[in-house]
Structure formats: structure tokens, C-alpha cells
């Protein structure tokens, strides 16, 4: 009987919680499959009084992931802490100076240091690996670094954050306020500890950096990634975007341009009838454009324990077949820097929403500003303010355009000049346009 594959794992939450769980239920099949039976030997997290509703009898206990890490007993090191440094990095680091292999879904991490701990995998001859890091339970990055290894890949995009999709699916077909829906993804397990990396977009921008990675052959560069997230989004943006026949979707996208590599994240009206705007909920997408294959994309359960579970286990049964990869598909020495491409020179449409001053010549102004600046306008839409009934519209009017494509600097422009002719209330919401 072959040796069984002694793991220990580090946090015991959502995740860890339930790769407990399902290696109890499921450990026989993924044995059968890979070849070697997989055992929990260890287990860390802060609180060993909690009860996280599994077995852990007959498993040695550690306060201190990192003395787990070390310990001889321990052969792979399943990391399911969180955070870009502290702990995680030490215990990581740890397993893999000790030549032990590691599995994380810590994206933090790898967008923080994920180069320099690849050299370090490389170094002792340990395996990492982290299909669960991006889009949770999608085979995201087996597909990137195996599967299309033969393709030069032109562009990698997708909605890679479960949260804030599943919010801004629920805003738009419930009308639930932004604040108890966020409180609904953080009960079911699918926010970071901090939810403010799932709102704010830097948690897309490290998966997309991981993707840029793996897609182009460069180092991770997460400073690389221009980044806004979807707390600006009013729901009156919604309501116009269902008007105008689009979804509002936080995207990650990374492509090759004339300029460089562009890497953003940011909120995106996509048609309606797009496949991209039927991907709802905590479902993630991720559109890969390579040559030869063409364009496919993969669909499913972008956070929660148990589809993030299923993707630790993959790696888990790659680690007990023996299976030794670059962890970013080719040697982290031959990581190519990032060529970035300046926001500044991004193509598109664009949603923008005023908020404008009812005044005589107000509106020809914000038309004109847009013209000097040969920017076309594919429609304008003007709604009345709120009012009491039978009353006179007073105060400022929402007053949306779109756009055809223009560039970033010269929308930014206009915007400024408009602001400074004194005719809106408030800073302009601005919503980049794919079409
Ligand atoms: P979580 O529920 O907050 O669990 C974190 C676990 O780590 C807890 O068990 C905690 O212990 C333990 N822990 C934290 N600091 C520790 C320390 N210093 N020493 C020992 N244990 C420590 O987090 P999660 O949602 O499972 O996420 C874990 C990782 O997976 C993160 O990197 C996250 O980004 C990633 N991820 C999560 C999802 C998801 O859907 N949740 C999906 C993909 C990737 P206590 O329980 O005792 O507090
Ligand atoms: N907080 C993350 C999300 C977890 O909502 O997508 C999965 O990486």
C-alpha cells in the first residue's frame, strides 16, 4: 500500500473548514484517482475551543501554523489562512524552505509575493500550487498553465470576484440596498475577511495579476493593475443601465495592446444580451482569447467553501500523483517584467451621469466640451429629479450620456473642463462601456 500523503492545514474557516469536511466524505475517490491515499495529520487556526462542525479526533493540534509548517510529521502544507503577509507568508515560506509543497487560495499573498516565492519552490524542488486562489471552485489556472500552454494568449477577462457579483445581482433584480446585501455574502462565506478587498476591487486585481501572469509569461505585478471597485455604484446607475440595455459587472481584463499590457478592474456596462451579463449571483466567468483555440470560457462558483474546497483538492491529488510544474508555467526566472500599457490610452464607450444644475445652457455647455474634445455621443438621457407631487422640479437633474469610443485621457479631460464651468453638483460617475 502506497504511503499516504501527510497534509497539514492552516485555518480552519469557510475554506479549511470544508476541505476537512469533503477529504472525510470524498478521501477514498481522490485516493482512487491519484494514486495515494491523502491524510490530515495537522491542523492550525486561533481558536482551538471552536466548534467548526468537524472531525478533527486523532489530529494533532497547532497553535502556531508556522511550527506546523516545520513539523516532521507534516509532508504538505495546505494554507488557508488569509492575508498578504504575517502568518500566512511565514508558514508558506516556511514549508517551502523545508522543500515541503504547498497549497493556498491566499491571492494576497501571491499577488504580494508570489514571485519570490515561486524562485523559493523552485530553489528546494517544492511544488505550489493555487487553482483556488482565482475564481474558486473553475479550473482557472490549470486551464492557463497546462491546457492552453501551446497558445500565445492575447487576452484574459472575466468577473473573478463572487461578492460583488452576487451584490450587484441582487441590487439590480431585488432593489436590496448595497450595505444588507454585502451582509448576505459575508454570512454565506463568499467576502474577505476584510470585505473591503472584495469592494474596493483589489481582490479581482490580485487574481487578475495571477491571471496577467500566467497569460503573457510575466512576473505578477499587481501595482500594474488600475483598480476601482463597485461602491460608487448608485442604483440609479442600475436602473439606467437596465434602460439603456446593459448590466453593470465588475470586470478584470488583461490584454496585449499597441501600448503594452493593459491590466483593469473596474465596473463595466456589458450588453444585456451578452453571455458575460448572464453570468449572475456569486458565479464566476473567465474569458480566455488565445491562439490557436480561439475564445472559451469557463463558468461556475466563484467563492464559497465547498467550490473552493473542490479546487484545494485538485491541487491536493496533483501534489500526491507527483506531479512538478513552474508554478507560473514557466521558471519564475524567466518571468518576463510587465510592459504596462497607461490607463490614460484605454479605448472604449463610456456611461457618464451628471449630475447637472437646472440653468439655462447648461446641457449645450457639457455637449460642447465633449465635441472640442472629438468625443461622439450616442445618446443622452435626461431624468427629472425627485419632487414632491404637483410641485416644480428644483435642484440638480441626472443627465446621462454614452459615449462611442473614445480614449481615456480625453474623457477625463472633458470631464474636467464640465466641472470646472460650474454647471454639476457633484463629481461625474463615469462607468466604462464594453461592448
Ligand atoms: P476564514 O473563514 O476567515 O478562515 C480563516 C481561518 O484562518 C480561520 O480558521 C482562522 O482561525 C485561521 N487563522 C487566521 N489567522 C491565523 C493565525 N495567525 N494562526 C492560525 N490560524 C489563523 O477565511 P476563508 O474564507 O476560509 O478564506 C481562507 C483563504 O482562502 C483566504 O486566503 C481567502 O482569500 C481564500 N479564499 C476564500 C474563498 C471563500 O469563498 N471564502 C474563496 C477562494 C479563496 P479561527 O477560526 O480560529 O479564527
Ligand atoms: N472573496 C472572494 C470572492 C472569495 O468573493 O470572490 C473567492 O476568491
Redesign the pocket.
Known amino acids: 500500500m502506497t504511503e499516504p500523503l501527510r497534509i497539514g492545514v492552516?485555518?480552519?474557516?469557510?475554506?479549511?473548514a470544508s476541505l476537512v469536511r469533503l477529504l472525510a466524505q470524498n478521501g477514498n475517490a481522490l485516493a482512487h484517482r491519484c494514486g495515494r491515499p491523502v491524510r490530515v495529520v495537522a491542523v492550525?487556526?486561533?481558536?482551538k475551543s471552536?466548534d467548526?462542525g468537524i472531525d478533527l479526533s486523532g489530529i494533532e493540534w497547532f497553535d502556531?501554523?508556522v511550527a506546523m509548517a516545520k513539523s516532521a510529521n507534516v509532508e504538505c502544507v495546505v494554507e488557508?489562512?488569509?492575508?498578504a503577509d504575517?502568518?500566512?507568508k511565514d508558514t508558506v515560506e516556511a514549508a517551502l524552505a523545508a522543500g515541503k509543497s504547498v497549497v493556498?487560495?491566499?491571492?494576497?499573498?501571491l499577488a504580494k509575493h508570489g514571485n519570490a516565492l515561486a524562485a523559493l519552490a523552485e530553489t528546494t524542488g517544492a511544488q505550489l500550487n493555487f487553482e483556488?486562489?482565482v475564481a474558486?471552485g473553475i479550473p482557472a489556472i490549470k486551464t492557463m498553465r497546462e491546457s492552453l500552454a501551446g497558445n500565445r494568449v492575447e487576452r484574459v477577462a472575466g468577473i473573478l470576484n463572487?461578492t460583488c457579483n452576487y451584490i450587484l445581482s441582487r441590487m439590480e433584480l431585488e432593489g436590496l440596498p448595497f450595505e444588507a446585501v454585502l451582509a448576505d455574502a459575508q454570512r454565506l462565506?463568499?467576502a474577505?475577511?476584510d470585505p473591503t478587498f472584495d469592494v474596493g476591487g483589489f481582490d479581482t486585481a490580485h487574481k487578475l495579476a495571477i491571471l496577467a501572469s500566467l497569460a503573457f509569461g510575466t512576473a505578477i505585478d499587481a501595482d500594474a493593475v488600475y483598480v476601482e471597485g463597485i461602491a460608487s455604484i448608485a442604483p440609479l446607475d442600475l436602473r439606467m443601465a437596465d434602460e439603456l440595455g446593459y448590466r453593470i459587472k465588475l470586470l478584470g481584463v488583461a490584454e496585449r495592446t499597441a501600448t503594452g499590457i493593459e491590466q483593469r478592474v473596474h465596473p463595466t456596462m456589458v450588453p444585456k444580451t451578452s453571455a458575460i451579463a448572464q453570468v449572475m449571483g456569486v458565479t464566476n466567468a473567465v474569458s480566455i482569447l488565445a491562439e490557436p483555440v480561439g475564445e472559451l470560457t469557463l463558468v461556475g462558483p466563484g467563492?464559497?467553501?465547498n467550490?473552493?474546497a473542490s479546487s484545494v483538492l485538485s491541487d491536493i491529488g496533483d501534489i500526491a500523483r507527483g506531479t512538478r510544474l513552474p508554478a507560473y508555467g514557466v521558471a519564475a526566472r524567466d518571468l518576463e517584467a510587465t510592459e504596462q500599457a497607461p490607463m490614460q490610452r484605454h479605448e472604449g464607450g463610456y456611461y457618464i451621469r451628471l449630475s447637472v444644475l437646472d440653468r439655462p445652457g447648461a446641457a449645450a455647455s457639457i455637449a460642447t466640451r465633449m465635441a472640442e474634445r472629438q468625443i461622439s455621443l450616442e445618446s443622452i438621457v435626461q431624468r427629472k429629479p425627485p419632487q414632491a407631487t404637483g410641485q416644480k422640479a428644483s435642484g440638480p437633474v441626472p443627465v446621462v450620456l454614452i459615449t462611442y469610443a473614445t480614449t481615456e485621457a480625453a474623457i477625463r479631460d472633458a470631464l474636467d473642463a464640465v466641472m470646472a464651468d460650474g454647471h454639476i453638483a457633484e463629481p461625474p460617475q463615469l462607468i466604462r462601456i464594453e461592448r
Open positions: 492552516a485555518g480552519l474557516g469557510t475554506v479549511g492550525s487556526a486561533r481558536d471552536r467548526r502556531d501554523p488557508l489562512m488569509g492575508g504575517g502568518k500566512a493556498t487560495a491566499n491571492k494576497a499573498l483556488a486562489a474558486g463572487g462565506g463568499y474577505e475577511a467563492a464559497g467553501g467550490a473552493t
